[in-house]
């Protein structure tokens, strides 16, 4: 090879070299005024992991639902064998924490026909749960309400009802714990700002 095809190979290869350095020096060092860009805090769990997408607003209407209906399968279980049904807890749940109410309001509010209101609260009646009492503001209506008893008979059943699901959240860590508690927060809102309860139906 001559010494003018050396000198040109020579002469690209300092090209190249000085093509390389600079491509290095902008990809490690800041523009001038600017301050190199944050990246987030990377876990070990976030490692190798799919970036996670955010789900849409029915989707995770419906994810919610599901799991309803998975925890009050739990819970329905919890009271069996014990003579506190879910519809008897749920019944004397609306009366103890939202006072008397008539028939057909009862019956609204659990989204049940009178007729199926009626032999429930029968039921309780003959149990000593509930009483029938004169409507102070209507004498001409009938408001049920709940006795000593059946508020007893609430809170022995509410407690038997969440033991299972209380022993599975504390065997979580604080973080999960946070993370649930916040999460709960946040579920209460969105049922408290949303408008869900029917025309409440008459006596």
Do not use: C
């Not at 006795?147 to 033991?163: M, S, V």
């Not at 299972?164 to 927060?185: G, H, M, N, V, Y």
Request: glycine share 8%; no cysteine.
């Amino acid at each position: 090879m001559g010494k003018k095809s050396k000198g040109k190979s020579r002469k690209k290869e300092r090209k190249r070299a000085a093509a390389l350095a600079a491509a290095a020096a902008t990809a490690s060092v800041p523009a001038a005024g600017l301050a190199p860009a944050r990246s987030p805090a990377v876990g070990p769990s976030d490692v190798g992991a799919p970036r996670r997408r955010t789900v849409g607003a029915t989707e995770l209407a419906a994810r919610l639902a599901g799991l309803s209906t998975v925890l009050q399968r739990h819970l329905a279980r919890a009271d069996a064998g014990e003579g506190l049904t879910r519809a008897r807890l749920s019944a004397l749940a609306l009366l103890v924490l939202g006072g008397p109410r008539t028939l057909g309001e009862l019956a609204a509010a659990e989204h049940v026909r009178p007729p199926t209101m009626t032999r429930l609260v029968h039921a309780m009646e003959a149990d000593g749960l509930v009483v029938r009492e004169r409507n102070p503001s209507d004498g001409r209506s009938i408001i049920i309400r709940a006795t000593p008893t059946g508020e007893k008979q609430l809170e022995h059943g509410r407690a038997r009802q969440i033991a299972p699901l209380s022993e599975s959240i504390a065997e979580l860590d604080r973080a999960e714990r946070l993370q649930l508690e916040d999460a709960s927060d946040l579920l209460g809102r969105v049922l408290r700002e949303s408008s869900w309860e029917p025309a409440e139906a008459s006596e």
